[in-house]
């Protein structure tokens, strides 16, 4: 079988040749047969992927969870797996895929959202203005580790509820929230565990609705994330269903897997097992090393 690394430049930064010499010689001492492709401003993930759209190959995201976001959109529906090997700012699917994936083939529920998809987790409201603040998460000047914190520092400074319709089963609901995160897997923002019974292929989403009116609230909900504690918490509200819609009176941005999407209408439904995902543990271990 033929590997093919998907690498993200724009993830590495200044580390992209580190880290390119690193995998070669990782799959080399595993003696893959092996291609590495590199984005970039003139040559897009999209565009470089779709002459393997034909193919039976695992194509490795090497990144973060935006990466491997743009892979499985490339490649669904083709016969090739999806693998990563995380070197992003969160890595967050991968968090989810030491815990429970066995190495090599797993089959994963795949979440269309309007025309795109998502594996791991969509973020809407406070979420998903921390997620996509780009002057903070790509920030060259905050060590990784730290910029989904700081991100969220202001946005809880700068909050303000977003006003949200919700339809699922027979239900709809208008009210005032902070967030709403719909969720595949486990873990997002590097590490929050938002969905600590989750799983990933029982065609169900796991989504949390958290009707926090101020800021005090907000701050309050998110310690109890980071306890893993939040779903005790009186405001936040637990819905598993396999449809869900969420609808603004204005577009707003949402966030899926670290990728941005813009509508006034996000419709949300589960793909039972749409997606094969390669768990190659060997490789992401040697590049660790």
Known sequence: MKHIFMVNRFSLNSKLDFWVDKLKKAADQLNLDYIVEIN???NSTEDILKKYKDKDYVVYAVGGDGILNRVVNALYGTKNHIGCIPLGTGNDFHRTMKEFFKEGENSVDLIKCNDKYFINVAAFGVDADIANDDKIVHNKW????QQYNV?????IVF???YT???KWDKKEETTKLALVTICNANYYGGGYHINPDGKYNDGKLDIYIVKAPNRIKVIRYLIKLLKGKHKDFKLVEHVR???FTLINDKEIDGNLD???LKAKKFEMSVIPKGIKIYY????IDLMNE
Request: proline fraction near 7%; aromatic fraction near 8%; glycine fraction near 4%.
């Open 258 to 260: 670290g990728e941005r």
């Open 241 to 243: 269903t396999n449809k």
């Open 151 to 155: 991100a969220v520092a202001k946005h």
């Open 142 to 145: 905050i060590p990784k580790s």
């Open 40 to 42: 970039d401003e003139k």
């Open 280 to 283: 190659n543990k060997k490789i």
């Open 164 to 166: 949200f319709t919700m």
């Open 159 to 161: 909050f303000k509820p």
